[in-house]
């Protein structure tokens, strides 16, 4: 989600520009509403392919007793918009790191502390990835496999994959056992991601794309941070992880602001459409109102 160039914290979510004296200062809301171009193709995005065109940097995130990397790349240089910007169907500020992404790797360390998580030989997707910093966290605990998703590829390319790489680099050493996590990189849109993610549990044929499908298939552990704000988006988001949760014991942890106001969307917006579906059960973990933003929440997701 898109660098924050300003300082060293996470980017809180502003709806308005507030140099803004008139409009909504965000792109989509002002005006009549015009349809979204068609989402990009869906694509691994290789190691390989990290962009060597882009400035990245690195600065410290301390989360209590662990030091993780956040990368820094300009928005301008990628995509050549201002930092502020996001464009539903081009860029959905993916470079930022979001509150949302902190709040999500400190409850996962505190499931983990407490008996309630463990990441050992989990298979791991992260959604809306960023940064990347929870699905580095799964990383450093021990998964054996993290596929990290966005919508953009250039945002894999430019500061995904880097970022990912320099946390790996810190942490482990090249002789390292527990460097052993298979990661993965995919740029593709909600409604499409099914068609190239690996994990995908089979359709009612026991195929995926006419092919058989390992009954052992779908993803441990789902993790999304800053994913929900957008209303329009939250069927699809949800009708993938139920094509991706592996059953019945996969989780999906959910960080986000309870509304984002002027959007619609919102933890409590998404978790009333899991209950109503029924299928998955879903309780707040965390809850975060320090003021630096309207109130921030956690929610675990799991089978009935």
């Known amino acids: 989600m898109e660098a924050n160039t300003t300082g060293t914290g996470p980017e809180p979510f502003r709806l308005f520009d507030e140099k803004s004296q008139s409009g909504f200062g965000f792109g989509f809301l002002d005006g009549p509403e015009k349809p979204l171009p068609p989402p990009p193709p869906c694509v691994e995005v290789l190691l390989s392919q990290v962009s060597s065109n882009v400035e990245f940097n690195v600065e410290p995130v301390e989360l209590d007793d662990l030091t993780l990397l956040k990368g820094r790349v300009s928005t301008k240089e990628v995509f050549g918009l201002s930092n502020s910007d996001l464009i539903p169907g081009k860029y959905e500020g993916g470079l930022k790191l979001w ?37 580095i966290f799964a990383c450093l605990k021990g998964a054996c496999a993290v596929h990290f998703q966005d919508f953009n590829a250039e945002v894999l390319q430019c500061l995904t994959i880097p970022n990912v790489n320099a946390n790996i680099q810190q942490n482990f050493s090249a002789a390292d056992d527990n460097n052993s996590a298979e990661v993965r990189f995919f740029a593709c849109d909600w409604n499409e991601a099914h068609l190239i993610l690996p994990h995908v549990l089979a359709d009612d044929g026991g195929t995926k794309n006419g092919q058989i499908v390992d009954q052992d298939a779908g993803y441990d552990i789902i993790l999304m941070a800053e994913t929900v704000y957008s209303v329009s988006t939250l069927p699809s988001l949800y009708k993938l992880i139920k094509k991706c949760l592996r059953s019945p014991h996969g989780i999906v942890y959910l960080a986000a602001k309870k509304h984002y106001f002027g959007v619609g969307g919102g933890s409590r917006r998404f978790v009333s459409i899991v209950e109503k579906d029924g299928i998955l059960a879903a309780s707040l973990v965390a809850e975060v109102t320090d003021g630096s933003s309207n109130v921030r929440e956690v929610w675990k997701l799991h089978f009935r």
């Open 99 to 135: 509150e949302g992404s902190l709040d999500l790797v400190k409850t996962l360390s505190s499931e983990m502390q407490s008996g309630q998580l463990s990441l050992t030989g989990k298979r791991v997707l992260e959604l809306g990835c960023g940064h990347g910093l929870p699905g």
